[in-house]
């Protein structure tokens, strides 16, 4: 009974996300545009050669692409609106119901990943394709490339609500949100694969929670090896069993301090 | 029998900042906050009977609505005690909204791009209703609120009547034992407001649903409820019959219509002239000291009625009354 609860949650949301496809679809456009400024500057940067620290530029541009999905369908938006929930006092909707507010809000964003998956999945794709062609990949890997985006779903989930839940005590988590947007961009590996920075930082960067929220299931899908899918399983459960840890208590030293405005 | 909802000794106090003006206000904010604690709710204490249809009125930042957001369990008292259905309501918040319903006036639960019954659906799903009792229960509040031409409408298209009625259903698929109305006929007209007083008269008869409501407009509370409780700066003010806070009225109104012109009506001691027109007169007077009787038959005496009505004054009276005490 649970289940098929979060289960309506998610599809609902869906629902309502559906009647403005458009928006998501904007998304897509803004992710072509990047991918075709990224392809100029790759073409420069690899000028004339066939490699850059083991990828290909056709390689590099479905990176770019992958990843581009992986941010836009895990969203670190939802640092925004679990801050805005608990700012104006919208929590208290979910509160009043026989739910788990974190489990409502990870069927909605759960909900939207599949959403956003199919469309901005597609959009990339067909991009990446359309400028560089095809690379090599075996559909035999698929299954567990799609494990570790789940895993990155998962440990962005909460990260991102364990910020947005610090509106108890902030109010404004915008701060918040801006800087987790770029530590994602900058040391997740989203503008670069953390292969290209200096030896000491890839040490640091690639055990960073940014990169296995990012990097890492960016990469087995461009570079799938076997070995890297394990370092990204082990990654990822170590840094989703600490943030489970903390986003539960934030949100049960949170929700003693919930002030709903007005009355 | 035990009461559907017991409190007693709630209390609510709340920190918050103050911040001078200007620029270098907000600097020494920042290096040296001040705080000002409100109590919200002062040792607040009484019973609701199951059944029972209790008003709660106040002043705007009277603490009523911050009383009921606590005996739902979203808000955590910083004192006292709470029991709701046998509930604590901030310890089994989860198995308490099984049993209750909510309506916050200014809030809203339903979905703005579905139509309502999209809501209605997810609603049955997160109160774990089988199908079939859903569908009978929707059906019949569906008929009760007349939601059948706007079900497939999205919500955000319906006007505010509507979209409350969608609210009250949407609150009421799982037959709560009690149901907590903030503020339910805010910026509502006159038909859809008695639309909904009507509804709620019935569930709270048919259902024998305890119903707690707060509402600014004394219309609601006097053609609703038996009892009231009147809560100021968190303290009670009054708990008992909404007869018995009518009856601490000092005066009446009495109106009379002429027959034929009158310029100078008689004087009537312990009376005060509200009106008069050549074929009307408005008194008030002073029940302490005269009684409705001589007032009429002294006026009668005098000039040729028509008509006479006779009110009491309006209910905001007694509570701007009992404010000031």
Redesign the interface.
Known sequence: ?TI??YY??AK?DI??KV??VWSTALWGVFIGIAMFIFMNLWTAIYSGKVTLEGFTIAQMVWYTAFAEVIVFSTGIDWINDIGDHVRT??I??T??????YIGWQFSVVFGNFFYRWIILGIISFVIAYVLVGSIPFSFATLPFVVIAVLGALILNFCISASLGLLAFWFEDVRAFYWVYQKFIFVLGGMLVPIDVYPVWAQGVFKFLPFSFAMYHPAKLFVHFDTRAFITTMIGQLAWIILFVAVLALIYRAGI?K???H?? | MEPAISVKNLTKKFQTTTKEPGFLGGLKSIFSPKYKHVTAVDRVSFDIAEGELVGFIGPNGAGKSTTLKMLTGILFPTSGAINVLGHNPQEERVKLAFKIGTIFGQRQQLWLHLPPIDSFNLFAKIYELKDSDYQQRLKELVDIFELEPFLQTPVRKLSLGERMRCEFVASLLHRPQVLFLDEPTIGMDIIAKKKLREFVKKLNEQEKTTVILTSHDLDDIEELCERVIVINHGKILYDGPMESLRKRLKHKIVEFYFHEPVKEPPAVAHTKVLKHEPYMLRLQLDCTKVTVREVLDRIMKACKVDDIAIEDPPIEEVIERLYRQ
């Open positions: 009974m098929t609860k309506s949650i609902t629902l309502e009647t403005a006092g919208i208290a909707n509160l009043l119901k026989p739910v788990n003693r919930v002030n709903i007005g009355g």
